[in-house]
């Protein structure tokens, strides 16, 4: 990069991270800009595998329109059980700049309530870069952070102002766990650390008048097999950082997907049991924003 020292928060100063890559927990410190790649294989540029409207999101975020959803491809988690393994774990659209600008603008051309960035961490230069344009050509939607939860909270701190709602998915706390299906084992500490750093930046989900989201924190939790106890962690954890307006989803769709057949522990759907018992401890700590979409299902099984 030439010229004068980029400003911090700029899209050029971004870019400085690349030479040295440190956007995710991981440090990898590879020279982005020359082609090397760390743990997510990401380049310079954003890679993109599709883009429309999603209708199955929460519903604060899908509304009547939909989400203007971007899937974005790698991933800085190695989840064996991922259920878009071909998206997270393979390449797709090398997009420059100039065109992600677009397909935002086109996003809200087409009247969708949001820009749904899925996985975005690996792409940040380009995303934000691409979000600077699109807004000095009027963009104005709120912009989804929809992540797996080990992000870093410096890189969380630098992205103040541009992200409006933050959604991670809270996976475990347990230490042995994670290191065995996420290849991560730092990602309860991590995951906790940065979901205050988003608290702190955008407060609790905030809804219009029309109960569709504009700011705030969506927190997700896809319970799983065998795992009560670090289900019921979690959700204690979620309310002691954001308290009882926490809007936290709840999620029962495991399915065994990618290398999950492989491990016992992994090789089957959740059953009733598991998934009751995490609505009950939700219900418990009075974190019902997010049960409530889930009516009349859930609070009619008992």
């Not at 929460?58 to 064996?80: A, D, H, Q």
């Not at 890189?155 to 992200?163: A, D, P």
């Amino acid at each position: 990069m030439t010229g004068s020292t980029p400003q911090p928060g700029s899209s050029a100063s971004w870019y400085e991270h690349l030479k040295y890559c440190d956007l995710c927990p991981r440090q990898c410190r590879v020279n982005r800009l020359a082609g090397n790649t760390g743990f997510c294989h990401s380049g310079k540029d954003a890679q993109i595998s599709s883009v429309g409207p999603h209708f199955g999101e929460e519903p604060p975020l899908v509304g009547l329109k939909g989400s203007g959803t971007i899937f974005f491809n790698r991933c800085n988690l190695g989840c064996i059980f991922c259920q878009n393994a071909t998206i997270s774990h393979q390449s797709g659209q090398t997009v420059q700049t100039e065109y992600l600008a677009e397909v935002f603008l086109s996003i809200q051309n087409s009247g969708y309530h949001n820009l749904n960035l899925v996985t975005p961490t690996p792409h940040l230069p380009a995303i934000v870069h691409a979000l600077e344009i699109a807004r000095s050509r009027d963009f104005n939607l709120p912009v989804i952070y929809n992540c797996g939860g080990y992000e870093s909270s410096e890189t969380i701190k630098m992205l103040r102002g541009v992200i409006d709602i933050y959604m991670p998915d809270i996976k475990s706390l347990d230490a042995d766990w994670c290191s065995r299906f996420l290849a991560a084992p730092d990602y309860p500490d991590i995951a906790l650390d940065s979901l205050k750093t988003m608290m702190d930046q955008v407060g609790n989900l905030q809804l219009n008048t029309s109960g569709v989201a504009v700011r705030g924190l969506l927190v997700r939790h896809l319970v799983m097999p065998f795992q009560e106890n670090d289900t019921r962690a979690v959700l204690d954890a979620v309310y002691k950082i954001c308290g009882p307006e926490a809007y936290v989803n709840v999620m029962d769709q495991y399915r065994p997907c990618f290398q999950a057949f492989r491990h016992h522990g992994l090789s089957r759907p959740i059953n009733r049991s598991e998934w009751m018992n995490a609505v009950e401890h939700a219900e418990k700590l009075n974190l019902t924003r997010g049960l409530e979409s889930k009516k009349p299902y859930v609070f009619n099984m008992k």
